[in-house]
């Protein structure tokens, strides 16, 4: 074979291939902001994609129009999280992914903070673990399969203001080695450790303003960065057991 020939086959076989999978994706907690955004992505590309929701939001609407598959689902507890599982497996019967976004900040006082702490545990950590281990035979029938934990920038050094939502996030953050190392090589096990993505309305100058200095390039990002990382990993057949960090150079900072 001539070597450029033989270059030509070398790199389309290195190609991912991301053409569609028949296998809906599952987003947990999509009715809003960033996996709302990633969902409308998906199913941009022709990708079915079933998705988690607590409250109905405008969000939970535009998906469904899309053609999305809508789920309730309550994980702040063990019952809801099973009852959900339940309600999943009548629904399909493979998976190409499951994305775990589905997030919980509550403030911790003396008056809540076990309550807090018990809710916030059961929806970064009860939740992915039972799904991860309930529906493990719905991704085997898919190849690839992936799983992504949406965990965040804060476990990287700890927060004395919101130490149960930095302890269970960074508890997500181990889930992610574990299951990496349990599911291979069939199933891939990563996340993404996001830092500030979106303001709200109503944060003031003055808090963006501070919170934009705390990263080296200073900006606002959107929901989009979130997106590119899931595509990459998605897409990329080598990387499993890793957590990507997108927060825009906090650490050098």
């Not at 609407?61 to 959900?84: C, H, K, M, N, P």
């Not at 130490?163 to 990496?180: E, R, V, W």
Request: proline fraction near 6%; aromatic fraction near 6%; glycine fraction near 6%.
């Amino acid at each position: 074979m001539p070597a450029v020939a033989g270059i030509v086959l070398l790199l389309s076989q290195s190609e991912p291939d991301m053409t569609p999978c028949a296998a809906p994706i599952l987003i947990t907690g999509a009715g809003q902001r960033v996996g709302l955004h990633c969902a409308q992505r998906l199913l941009e590309e022709g990708q079915p994609v079933i998705f988690s929701y607590r409250s109905e939001r405008p969000g939970v609407q535009i998906l469904r129009d899309l053609g999305a598959t809508a789920v309730f689902a309550d994980f702040s507890s063990e019952a809801g999280i099973l009852a959900f599982i339940t309600e999943l497996k009548t629904l399909t019967d493979s998976l190409r992914a499951i994305v775990h976004n589905a997030s919980e900040w509550l403030a911790e006082t003396p008056d809540t903070d076990a309550q807090a702490f018990s809710r916030m545990f059961n929806v970064h950590m009860l939740a992915p673990y039972l799904i991860n281990l309930h529906c493990a035979e719905l991704l085997q029938r898919s190849t690839p399969a992936d799983i992504v934990h949406i965990s965040d920038d804060v476990t990287r050094k700890g927060s004395s203001r919101h130490i149960g939502y930095c302890a269970s996030k960074a508890g997500l953050d181990s889930l992610t080695l574990s299951f990496a190392a349990r599911y291979a090589p069939t199933i891939k096990v990563n996340g993404i450790a996001p830092a500030l993505l979106l303001f709200n309305p109503d944060d003031d100058a003055a808090y963006r303003a501070k919170a934009l200095a705390k990263s080296a390039l200073g900006i606002e990002p959107g929901s989009e960065v979130v997106y590119q990382s899931l595509r990459y990993l998605l897409d990329n057949p080598y990387v499993t057991g890793t957590t990507l960090t997108v927060n825009g150079g906090r650490h050098v900072k």
